[in-house]
């Protein structure tokens, strides 16, 4: 069996480096490595992500941050700026468009021409590769908060080369979390071989002195994941970075809309993640935490969105998450304006600040039980897992979604299974329906099925893919879970 | 009932991997006694219409959600004439453009670019299926829900 | 010691009736006691209010009701309906004017006339003595839901004669929740016997076999009350009411903005109003209670208060309230448009319907110890008040209030002590900070102390009036504790 | 200091109950070095100029929250003439209107009824009470915060 889960050596990377850079014209402007770690160098500490990340959760903060990105380089940095004074926002982002995000950047210059004539953005995200390492050292430059790239690439070497060697001091992403639900085609090995270099990229700013954040994508498909899947997810993501030399990492989570669930899920997150990092003989690095308001789909009404978005900030806060993404009003329709951004991010600001510190529920017996069942669920997809690699997270990953012991509901990749299917119980926890091949022990199953009975019951009806679908437009009809009229 | 199981080519148009609505359309389509090739996410115009000659669908069901539906959707009708599906009933729905926009605006842009018909997200699925109905020309009703 | 909580007689409630009716000319159109009988019998069930609080309790619901009310009658009208529909809500309020809640019903008959004039209202409620019984009938008649009359009116007699009989079905305030917040001068023992009269009414509604649903007001000032006063207040309120024969009683609390307080406060409440209506013979009532989103100084941003809002609605449903009464987007800034308050009630719908079923620290210790706290603070309260009245409930809120035994925190009355000092402790609880002379136990006053001790520490700064100042503000300005910059 | 002791008169005009903004700004204005004259809530026309004449206040600050300011406050700046308070300064402040309306719109209305200054609920205090020490012509700088 090869091994994959290893340090990639200097020689090949800079071998591949090569390539990488070539592969568009901008790619020649960050040839030197050294410039961009002098940039990264010469950052205000307070404009350093993996810094901010660190504080939070010293201090028992949780930080705010948006999604944004359009098409033009000024249009971003004025967007990024609105957000940060009339959003309040602690954190920024970059959010690239999707045709970067699928290295067409033939299509993102097109978009980008497009926009300059329309004189607004037709892009869905800032094309980064396309503008190039001054625009993005500009974007950097003209805001005063730490700044990460996101996006959901599944080849994102060159997106990463041009936008860390312009200063942006964190990077979403992982082989499997930006592949799975990103992408229909793109093998895994593949995928996740072009993020060991993406994390060998952020190992070698490390070697150098510069601490890059990384942040595996925990939501996936936002559609009614159960915890236990995104959580071996990130685990794995994050051994994998660790291994390349990564050493601030952020593993995320994406809010189911039972406040238990939710709250047990980002406990079981911090301790798995902790226990199995250090299993594997990893101590220094600094773990923190990321809460997704909810990802799937969202109430066209926007005070409906308002009351959604609260119950992700409160859960955020409850769950003492150290970052919380946040959801706009406009999330049902489209790209939100400045405006609406910054106002989805006041109504979290103002539910963060009231409940920091706030206590609900820590003490609950029903919480741990919650905590211990996706603690275990997760180890049996991650023992599994690395069964099957033989001991290497990297081939047991990709032999993992082959076999389907990993399975991501809802994903567009033909690689991924597809035949594992969650559906809510009868107080809205998201529970395992049909495990597909997921290597469940047989006590987890009747446990999930148990609670499943119980919705059954209550509406008189049985399990079927019509309460499956019925649930994924709950929360946008109004309801959490999808129950008949 | 299997006169009326018309074939219609479903898809995710671009470079968009919202997979989802995709996969809930296919079923409810199918349940409605539609015969439904889905293409699934990320696919080129091209190969919509290869799969709507190779099948003989008469209609073909466009999703945009991410965004770039603007850029994506234009020409398609065109194209499809060019190679030779002058009757083909084009259908697209989603999140159409970038950002919030006004629905009658949406739908103008839409109609204009060729579509016969266009949805937005919060669509009512059995008022589609009913209009495709009616755009086949299909006499019987469809399957019950 | 003259005994104040009997029931009044039949002779004397017609007698005082016909006096009642005669203060203002409208009056005379209810002389007929079994007119407004009929009428209330005639409604559907649909549109009972009782009923309706009963059934949710049953099934476990929180039913939404907003605050409104207009100048004129067609406007209130379409405004209701407006809340109906748009809205979504499940209870529908009348909220009458303030001049009317003084009976001065001259100015608002002006205010009606300069509303017309102008075509908006320039009233802050409904003047529903000055437009009369059939004006009154209209409303209710024109809505398809229950109809409560919502007000803060220390001598409310002519105003329930009026509303009752043209069948609004619940009637909101007590002797002492509507007038040591709403006014200055009116004396308790006057203002308490006008609201046993009320009770009265209902209590031969009653006898007629027609249940109208009473409703103290919990949340008093609004601002800061520490939960063991306003209970204390809704008891004795409840107790007097429950003595002229009204059976159907909805007790009240106003969010404080600490999740586990709201929710201690709510379990508290049901279980201690339970236990003193019982042990003062009560058997045949029904108890239910509502949940007043936050009462004091609202965020002038939009975005903010609609967390604001939200918190309250999921606190709401997390404390199993019966019923919420939901505040708007623009409460800092004046009385709402329709479209404002619906939005207040949309997103208050969507929490709620998520949160509905879900239990979130129902098992813990820490509430439970928070319960009990309440409690055996509102036993003190009460317990000295019936020794105040010699057993007499009504004689003994007077004396209580009169000794500040019971002190409410800045009301406007001269017949409440205001030397009671709440602010909040380091977890953003609600403790008393100066008792005055309410008559805690020295554990209870060690506990508070305590605890805000705890937050001097963590501000480095002493326990002060600039603190409770702070506190006041701080919901406003984004926090929920005051804290220094 | 007790130069600048400069007495004001403060109250919550009409049927007004809104009690803590009240004690608030009782206690803050005192604290800067006015000597404060509280009415406290619910207060008529009359008894304003009453305080005002029995105590040689100099300014007198109202309040109103809850709506009917536009009534209540009506007509009286000639009231106060009409009593002999020519020189008087008049404040007023709180949600002056019913309903949420513009800034611009409610200053303006307040002002033309003869109101010197308009704050509106979010107001900073300490502007407030700086303006009133320019517009008492008190030339010491107030006490501190
Ligand atoms: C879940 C989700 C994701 C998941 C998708 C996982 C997956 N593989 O499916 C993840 C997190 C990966 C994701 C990624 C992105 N997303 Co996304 N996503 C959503 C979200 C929250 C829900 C979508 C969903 O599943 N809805 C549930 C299904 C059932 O509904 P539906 O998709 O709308 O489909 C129904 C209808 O539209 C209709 N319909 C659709 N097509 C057609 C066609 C016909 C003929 C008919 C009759 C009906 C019809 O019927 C369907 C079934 O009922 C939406 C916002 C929302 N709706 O709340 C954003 C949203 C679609 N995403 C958006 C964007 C921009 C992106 C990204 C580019 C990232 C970014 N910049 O933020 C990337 C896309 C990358 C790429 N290459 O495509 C935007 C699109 C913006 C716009 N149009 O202006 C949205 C609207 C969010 C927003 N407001 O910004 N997203
Ligand atoms: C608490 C509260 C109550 C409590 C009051 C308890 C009490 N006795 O004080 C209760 C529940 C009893 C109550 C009752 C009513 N209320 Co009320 N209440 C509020 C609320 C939520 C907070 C008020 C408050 O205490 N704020 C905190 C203090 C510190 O701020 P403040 O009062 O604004 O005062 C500051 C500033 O305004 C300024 N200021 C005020 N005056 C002046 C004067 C000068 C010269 C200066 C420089 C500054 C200044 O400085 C003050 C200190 O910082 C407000 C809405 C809000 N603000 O969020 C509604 C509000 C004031 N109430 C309102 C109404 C209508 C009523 C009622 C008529 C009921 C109803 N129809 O809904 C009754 C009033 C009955 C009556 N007779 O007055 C409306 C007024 C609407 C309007 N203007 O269009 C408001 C705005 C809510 C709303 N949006 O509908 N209320």
């Known amino acids: 069996m090869v091994k994959a889960n290893v340090k990639i050596s200097r020689d090949e990377f800079f071998r591949v480096r090569g390539e990488v850079l070539a592969t568009w014209p901008t790619g020649a402007a960050v040839a030197s490595l050294d410039e961009g770690i002098r940039r990264q160098q010469a950052l205000p500490a307070h404009k350093q992500f993996a810094r901010a990340m660190s504080e939070a959760r010293r201090k028992g903060q949780t930080l705010l941050q948006p999604r944004a990105g359009v098409a033009l380089v000024e249009d971003h940095v004025r967007l990024l700026n609105y957000l940060a004074t009339e959003g309040e926002a602690d954190l920024l982002p970059t959010t690239i468009d999707a045709y970067t995000r699928q290295n067409r950047y033939d299509e993102a210059a097109n978009g980008i021409k497009r926009s300059e004539e329309a004189g607004t953005s037709l892009l869905n995200g800032f094309p980064a590769v396309n503008h190039g390492l001054d625009a993005c050292r500009r974007v950097v430059e003209s805001v005063d908060k730490p700044v990460q790239v996101r996006h959901g690439t599944p080849d994102a070497r060159l997106l990463a080369e041009i936008t860390l060697s312009a200063g942006f001091s964190s990077y979403e992403g992982g082989g499997i979390s930006y592949n799975i639900p990103y992408t229909k085609r793109v093998p895994l090995a593949k995928s996740i071989r072009d993020w060991q270099y993406v994390d060998r990229l952020v190992g070698l700013y490390g070697e150098a002195g510069v601490t890059i954040n990384r942040e595996p994508f925990g939501p996936l498909t936002g559609t009614l994941v159960p915890p236990c899947i995104s959580h071996a997810v990130g685990i794995i993501e994050g051994l994998l970075a660790l291994e390349q030399g990564v050493r601030s990492l952020t593993l995320g989570y994406g809010q189911t809309g039972n406040m238990m669930q939710d709250v047990a899920a980002m406990i079981s997150l911090r301790e798995l993640a902790d226990d199995y990092f250090r299993r594997d003989g990893h101590e220094d690095f600094e773990l923190t935490t990321v809460f997704h308001q909810w990802m799937g789909g969202f109430p066209e009404d926007e005070s409906k969105a308002f009351a959604v978005i609260s119950l992700g900030a409160a859960v955020a806060v409850l769950s003492r998450a150290d970052k919380v993404i946040v959801k706009t009003p406009h999330e049902a329709m489209g790209i939100p304006t400045k405006e609406a951004n910054a106002r989805g991010l006041r109504a979290t600001r103002q539910m963060v600040n009231m409940l920091t510190g706030q206590k609900m529920g820590d003490d609950s017996a029903a919480l741990r039980r919650e905590v211990d069942m996706i603690k275990a669920e997760v180890r049996c997809l991650l023992e599994k897992t690395r069964e099957l690699g033989g001991g290497d997270w990297a081939v047991g990953a990709a032999a993992a979604f082959e076999s389907g012991v990993l399975d991501v509901p809802f994903a567009p990749s033909i690689y991924n299974r597809g035949r594992l299917l969650p559906v809510r119980d009868d107080e809205g926890f998201v529970r395992i329906y049909q495990p597909g091949n997921a290597p469940f022990t047989p006590e987890i199953l009747a446990y999930h099925a148990a609670r499943l009975a119980e919705r059954s019951r209550t509406e008189g009806r049985s399990l079927s893919f019509q309460m499956v679908t019925d649930d994924i437009y709950a929360i946008s009809k109004g309801k959490l879970i999808g129950r008949p009229m | ?145």
């Open chain 2, 1 to 145: 009932m299997d006169k009326k199981r018309a074939t219609i080519v479903l898809g995710v148009i671009g470079s968009d991997c919202h997979s989802v609505g995709n996969k809930i359309l296919e079923l409810y389509f199918a349940k409605r006694g539609f015969h439904v090739v889905n293409l699934g996410v990320m696919v080129p115009q091209d190969e919509f219409i290869d799969a709507a000659i190779e099948t003989g669908a008469r209609a073909i069901l466009v999703s945009s959600l991410y965004g770039h539906g603007e850029i994506d959707c234009a020409g398609f009708r065109e194209r499809c004439v060019e190679r030779g599906l002058e009757k083909v009933v084009l259908y697209v729905g989603g999140n159409l453009v970038v950002g919030k926009t006004e629905p009658e605006i949406i739908v103008d842009k839409f109609r204009k670019m060729g579509y016969d018909r266009v949805f937005l997200p919060g669509c009512n699925l059995g008022e589609a299926a009913e209009l495709l109905r009616q755009d086949l020309g299909i006499t019987e009703p469809l399957d019950p829900e």
